[in-house]
């Protein structure tokens, strides 16, 4: 099975930077999406972005675009998410994982496979 190891997150100021990184381990398909998610305690889980292995086509959420890139390295079976100018709603734990899909379109983060790492910590203060 799949299995997702998140890290990078830290405490950090507005219009700081990080990089998170998400190792898989258990990915028997390359040409898979993969996605990140973030989450607020009592909050739904929201899609951030995804990446597709085709021509590097992305989709990020409108909060974070032009903020946040993403990027993957599968040589390394590794996802990345670098994240610039953060702000205090950046705040939440962030979760990668695999997209059932092939590619970014449509409604990604609602096809998503039930592996989920604990998470890494990002929090932004004001």
């Known amino acids: 099975q799949v299995q997702v190891r998140e890290s990078g997150g830290d405490l950090v100021q507005t219009g700081e930077s990080l990089n998170l990184s998400c190792s898989f381990s258990?990915?028997?398909?390359?040409?898979?999406?993969r996605g990140w998610f973030r989450q607020v305690p009592g909050k739904e889980r929201e899609g951030v972005s995804c990446i597709s292995s085709n021509y590097g086509i992305t989709h990020y959420t409108d909060s974070v675009k032009g903020r946040f890139t993403i990027s993957r390295d599968d040589a390394k079976n590794t996802l990345y998410l670098q994240m610039d100018s953060l702000k205090p709603e950046d705040t939440a734990r962030y979760y990668c994982?695999?997209?059932?899909?092939?590619?970014?379109?449509?409604?990604?983060?609602?096809?998503?496979?039930?592996?989920w790492g604990q998470g890494t910590l990002v929090t932004v203060s004001s």
């Open positions: 258990g990915v028997a398909d390359d040409g898979y999406a």
């Open positions: 994982a695999v997209v059932t899909r092939l590619d970014c379109s449509g409604s990604w983060w609602d096809h998503v496979l039930d592996a």
